[in-house]
């Protein structure tokens, strides 16, 4: 331990959470956030911060020739998969280009080890339980940066040299969470909705199914890749195992918060995954991990006492939609409303 590590990502919910665990390993950390989806309050004082984005390839740049890291690890993203579909030019800039500026920075500068957050979106509408071996077929534009992402770090390697270790997480929910973000994160979006005294919205019929994961089930095993070399070049999910409606979901959500009935407006299906979870067998192959996660129930009451006392959060406009045709015409009035 004793080495010197990079988070990117570091503001937003799991980022804050893997700065923490790297913390507690006792390792050194610079977090980087440019804070348009998360908050200088969440990051742990113990690290360096420093407000930038992956973008700036000069400031990447800056970082490493002063920090020299050994690690890196990459969390920083704009992760909306549905609305990735109408935000195309700023995806691929956010999500694969700020990352190709880490991998080259990361290249240059001998880092040992580079983390990757990628995501189940790679897969798509796959066969279930989803697998690391399956061919991966995204079906929006976040899913298809993050699929080139992972496909970049693997042609690094084999030129370069650059080890690297990919965790596929799914629906990570817990405190922290940007619950004002109304375009990804259901259950923030249902405590959100619930202390505002609105309905909670629901996409469809509310009988697909996700598999969602506390986050104490998925920051410590991103953590402790770049000390497992046995890890290194491998693809892992991370997450829970047992999936669940977004209808019961709502329902769990709404008595954790103490409220007495899921008041819910269903709304058009969105082009979306109808089911969407995984198999761990092999991240629990590699890492020892705890033989049981935490049940939905438990995880999302602890969120629940966190949200209840931090309160609703208003919810942040997106200004810049590039594309409206065939976007939910709830987000679309919502758009339209805030310009």
Same mark, same amino acid.
């Given at each position: 331990?004793?080495?010197?590590?990079?988070?990117?990502?570091? /503001?937003?919910?799991? /980022?804050?959470?893997?700065?923490?665990?790297?913390?507690?390993?006792?390792?050194?950390?610079?977090? &980087?956030?440019? +804070?348009?989806?998360?908050?200088?309050? %969440?990051?742990?004082? =113990?690290?360096?911060?420093?407000?930038?984005?992956?973008?700036?390839?000069?400031?990447?740049?800056?970082?490493?020739?002063?920090?020299?890291?050994?690690?890196?690890?990459?969390?920083?993203?704009?992760?909306?998969?549905?609305?990735?579909?109408? #935000? @195309?030019?700023?995806?691929?800039?956010?999500?694969?280009?700020?990352?190709?500026?880490?991998?080259?920075?990361?290249? %240059?500068?001998?880092? =040992?080890?580079?983390? $990757?957050?990628?995501?189940?979106?790679?897969?798509?509408?796959?066969?279930?339980?989803?697998?690391?071996?399956?061919?991966?077929?995204?079906?929006?534009?976040?899913?298809?940066? @993050?699929?080139?992402?992972?496909?970049? &770090? @693997?042609?690094?390697?084999?030129?370069?040299?650059? %080890?690297?270790? #990919?965790?596929?997480?799914?629906?990570?929910?817990?405190?922290?969470?940007?619950?004002?973000?109304?375009?990804?994160?259901?259950?923030?979006?249902? +405590?959100?909705?619930?202390?505002?005294?609105?309905?909670?919205?629901?996409? /469809?019929? /509310?009988?697909?199914?996700?598999?969602?994961?506390? #986050?104490?089930?998925?920051?410590?095993?991103?953590?402790?890749?770049?000390?497992?070399?046995? !890890? $290194?070049?491998?693809?892992? %999910?991370?997450?829970?195992?047992?999936?669940?409606?977004?209808?019961?979901?709502?329902?769990?959500?709404?008595? !954790?918060?103490?409220? *007495? !009935?899921?008041? #819910?407006?269903?709304?058009?299906?969105?082009?979306?995954?109808?089911?969407?979870? !995984?198999?761990?067998? =092999?991240?629990?192959?590699? $890492?020892?991990?705890?033989?049981?996660?935490? *049940?939905?129930?438990?995880?999302?009451? @602890?969120?629940?006492?966190?949200?209840?006392?931090?309160?609703?959060?208003?919810?942040?406009?997106?200004?810049?939609?590039?594309?409206?045709?065939?976007?939910?015409?709830?987000?679309?009035?919502?758009?339209?409303?805030?310009?």
């Amino acid at each position: 331990m004793g080495q010197t590590a990079l988070v990117t990502g570091a /503001g937003g919910f799991i /980022g804050s959470h893997v700065v923490d665990a790297v913390l507690a390993m006792g390792d050194q950390v610079v977090a &980087l956030d440019d +804070m348009s989806g998360g908050f200088a309050e %969440n990051v742990n004082p =113990k690290a360096t911060l420093v407000e930038g984005s992956i973008v700036d390839h000069d400031l990447i740049n800056r970082l490493f020739e002063e920090h020299q890291f050994d690690h890196v690890y990459h969390l920083a993203a704009y992760a909306a998969e549905g609305l990735s579909h109408f #935000i @195309k030019r700023f995806n691929y800039t956010n999500n694969l280009i700020g990352s190709v500026n880490l991998i080259n920075a990361s290249v %240059n500068h001998g880092v =040992k080890c580079f983390v $990757f957050t990628s995501s189940i979106a790679v897969y798509g509408a796959n066969q279930l339980p989803m697998t690391e071996d399956l061919i991966p077929q995204p079906e929006d534009p976040y899913g298809v940066a @993050k699929l080139a992402v992972e496909q970049d &770090l @693997k042609t690094t390697h084999e030129m370069q040299g650059l %080890n690297y270790c #990919i965790f596929r997480p799914h629906n990570v929910y817990g405190e922290r969470q940007n619950i004002g973000d109304r375009y990804r994160n259901v259950i923030g979006i249902f +405590m959100n909705q619930i202390m505002q005294g609105n309905p909670l919205t629901i996409f /469809g019929d /509310g009988l697909q199914t996700r598999a969602f994961s506390y #986050i104490s089930d998925v920051a410590p095993v991103i953590a402790k890749a770049p000390y497992n070399p046995r !890890a $290194f070049n491998q693809v892992f %999910n991370v997450g829970a195992d047992t999936p669940v409606t977004v209808k019961h979901l709502a329902e769990i959500t709404c008595e !954790a918060m103490g409220a *007495s !009935a899921a008041d #819910i407006q269903y709304l058009d299906a969105r082009n979306e995954v109808v089911h969407a979870y !995984a198999s761990h067998d =092999k991240v629990r192959d590699y $890492f020892d991990l705890p033989d049981t996660e935490v *049940s939905i129930e438990e995880g999302i009451q @602890k969120m629940a006492d966190w949200a209840k006392a931090h309160g609703p959060r208003q919810s942040q406009r997106f200004e810049g939609i590039e594309v409206r045709q065939n976007m939910p015409p709830s987000w679309l009035a919502a758009f339209e409303a805030d310009t």
